[in-house]
Every structure is written in C-alpha cells, then in structure tokens.
C-alpha cells in the first residue's frame, strides 16, 4: 500500500495522459480478463465535459453510456443504445430536457428513462409510450466525477428508491482547499491495475527520480494494516522517510501522519495530516472493459495553500508520476498477451492476496474477511 500511496497521491496530480494503449498498428493491446464486481458506484467522467445540451459518451464494465447534464443541473447516465432498436442515444439530440433519438425520434427523459413520446403512434395506436424505459443508471456528481451506479447484468430496472451503497466521496477537512485531477488508461485488467498500485515494491524501481527515491534509498519496512469493511487500512504512520515530498511537509514542524485505506470494488483512499494541514485523496482503478481500466485520482488539500504555481507544479510531478506506473503497465500487458502463469509473494504482496480474497468474499457474498485482526507486513522498498 505504500506505494498506492507513491502511485497515486502525495503532491503530484493531473495529467492528459495520450491514450497509449494500443499497439504500434493501433490495435487495443488485449490481455486477460478479469471477473467485473457490479452493484457499485464507478466514476464515468469528468463533468466538465458536460456541456449545455451536448452528449458525452464513456464505457464502464463494458457498458457504452451517454451522459449529460439536464437543465437543472442534474446529470444522467444511460445505456448508449435505443430499446427501440439499438442506434446509440448519443448520435441523437438532446435539449436539456429530453434525449431524442436519431432513428424514429422517440423521446427519453435521461434521468429515468422513460420514454415520453413515440412521433409514429397514431390514434388507432393503443400503446403507452411511458410504459417503456431506456436503461438508465442511477448517477450522480461529486468531486468533478459523475458516479455511475451499475447494476449487475439481467438485474432489471431497480425499484426507484431501493437502498444502493452511498456514492464516493473524497475526503475534506474545511471549506478552503485546492484541488487537482489526474487519469491515466491502463491497458490491462482491473485487477492487474489495482495490484500494480497497491504493490510497495515497485517503486524504488519504476519511479526512480531524485524527487521521489532511488534503488539506493531501499530500506526495510514495517507496516500495522487492520481490517475495515470490504478492505484494509494500512494504520496511520509517519510515512516513508526515503521520500521527498514527506520531507517537504516536515517543515511544519508538525509530526506527519498518513493513513491509507482500500476498500471494495476499487477505491484506495489515503489522508496526510500535519497539525491544520492536510492533503486527501481518492483513487480508483475502474475496469473500462473486463480487460482494461483506468486510473483516476482526485485530490484535495490546504498544505503550501499560499505557495504560488504550487498546482502546476504538482500535477507535472504528479502526471510523470502516473506516466511511470502506465509505461510499465503497457510493457506488462505484452507479457500477459501470452497468458503467463503468475506468483504473488509474502510479505510485498500480501494486501495483493486480501485483495483478491475480498472480492472472491464480494463475489460469492460470503462476507468472509481475510484479516482477523491487526498484523505486520515487512518489506523492503
Ligand atoms: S431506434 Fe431509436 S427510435 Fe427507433
Ligand atoms: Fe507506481
């Protein structure tokens, strides 16, 4: 977890990343699969892309979605596909009331989905238009993200006010902060994205720069993690001391102290404090298709609040960051092409393996945790 906490947080943040998740012929690099954990909330896309009566599309579990922003501020995530016949919703109109579809016209309220209007029924026609319903999912917007709640496949439309986990939300400690975005598409499976970042062994390796550490500054290390509902916490600490930006929050003079938690289905969220201040963020690796995801990190904090350019500065460290865990994913994703047989090792790969235990827990809804109470992992990184 160590290096989630690399990967993903400390001061570095944003990027747009070139999608380089194609072979040199352009074809999508395909790797192996990996089994999808529905019924939760995953993040679609940035709502700054929600323009005034405009359609924007993403994919999320293998699902193509249209979302949009309606009139009043509320947006909505539906399946990019007409019931009537299946043209993409997204080729269509939309008014910021109603989304129109391209092919016979029929209308769509996106929130719901139900269909407000058929243009080709006639009086002789005795068919309720609003007995009909596009898929929609529930969606919501928070930190920027719009959430998209998917439902397992064959689940039906979903009882309007049924009880669904609470939407994800990033951390803050008071009404002043900055804030920053990073995405990065990852080439492989989820599980192989959340992996990857949750591994503390990496990053001696992969993010070698004079900012961050070298293979020379790998020392061993002791780390308490405890159970949490549907994941683990690594206990609040002082972090890495082999790592700059940790040093940099030294000068506060205040004793550091970071805690990182991951829970189901993919969220690593992580929190340093030094006295007032503090930096927060919340990462997801979400599964695009079955065989590849990406990777979002949001962030807010009120640490050098005053530093001028501080942002700037930060997301460029923060995309060379990210860029560094992409690039070596990309050279992963050639070797699991062939399907090889893989190991994880204790102690470095041990939140790896509870990783895998809770999703096999999520999945067969035995509720089994895989940590009966605190212990140790030691590694050197
Ligand atoms: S395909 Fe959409 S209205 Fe016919
Ligand atoms: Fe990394």
Not at 69 to 79: H, I, L, P, S, T
Not at 180 to 192: E, G, I, K
Not at 198 to 205: E, I, L, Q, R, V
Not at 315 to 324: I, L, M, S, T
Request: hydrophobic share 40%; proline share 7%; with cysteine.
């Amino acid at each position: 977890m160590a290096a989630l906490l690399v990967c993903a947080g400390a001061l570095l943040l944003w990027s747009e990343m070139p999608l380089v998740t194609t072979t040199e012929a352009g074809v999508p690099i395909q790797g192996p699969s990996a089994t999808l954990i529905y019924d939760d909330w995953y993040p679609a896309l940035r709502t700054d892309q929600l323009r005034n009566g405009k359609l924007a599309t993403a994919m999320l579990l293998g699902i193509p979605l249209v979302v949009g922003r309606r009139k009043d501020g509320r947006v909505f995530a539906m399946r990019d596909s007409c019931p009537h016949r299946g043209i993409p919703l997204s080729v269509g109109w939309f008014d910021g009331n109603r989304v129109t579809c391209r092919y016979h016209g029929w209308e769509f309220e996106p929130c719901s989905g139900r269909c407000e209007l058929i243009p080709s029924l006639s009086s002789h026609d005795h068919l309720d238009a609003t007995k009909i319903y596009a898929s929609a999912y529930p969606c919501e917007e928070r930190d920027g993200h719009a959430w998209v709640y998917v439902p397992g496949p064959g689940s039906g439309k979903r009882a309007q006010g049924a009880e669904i986990r609470p939407v994800p939300e990033l951390k803050k400690f008071e009404e002043r902060y900055r804030t920053a975005f990073l995405t990065a598409d990852l080439p492989c499976n989820v599980d192989h994205g959340i992996i990857g970042l949750m591994d503390p062994a990496h990053g001696p390796f992969v993010h070698q720069a004079w900012w961050w550490r070298s293979r020379a500054s790998i020392r061993e290390k002791t780390k308490k993690f405890e159970p949490i509902a549907e994941g683990f916490r690594m206990s609040a600490h002082a972090p890495s001391a082999n790592s700059a930006p940790y040093k940099l929050l030294g000068v506060y003079g205040q004793p550091v102290e970071t805690t990182i938690d991951f829970v189901l289905p993919n969220r690593r969220t992580e929190i340093i404090r030094a006295g007032e201040k503090w930096f927060s963020s919340l990462t997801t690796v979400t599964p695009v298709t079955a065989s590849t995801c990406r990777i979002d990190v949001i962030a807010a904090w009120n640490v050098f609040y005053w530093v001028p350019f501080l942002t700037p500065i930060a997301k460029f460290f923060g995309a060379k960051f990210v860029r560094q865990d992409q690039e070596t994913m990309i050279q992963q994703a050639e070797g699991l092409k062939h399907n090889p047989s893989l190991m994880l090792i204790d102690d470095a790969d041990k939140p790896a393996k509870w990783y895998f235990a809770l999703k096999q827990a999520r999945l067969e809804g035995t509720g089994k945790h895989p940590l009966d109470g605190a212990v140790e992992l030691h590694w050197r990184s």
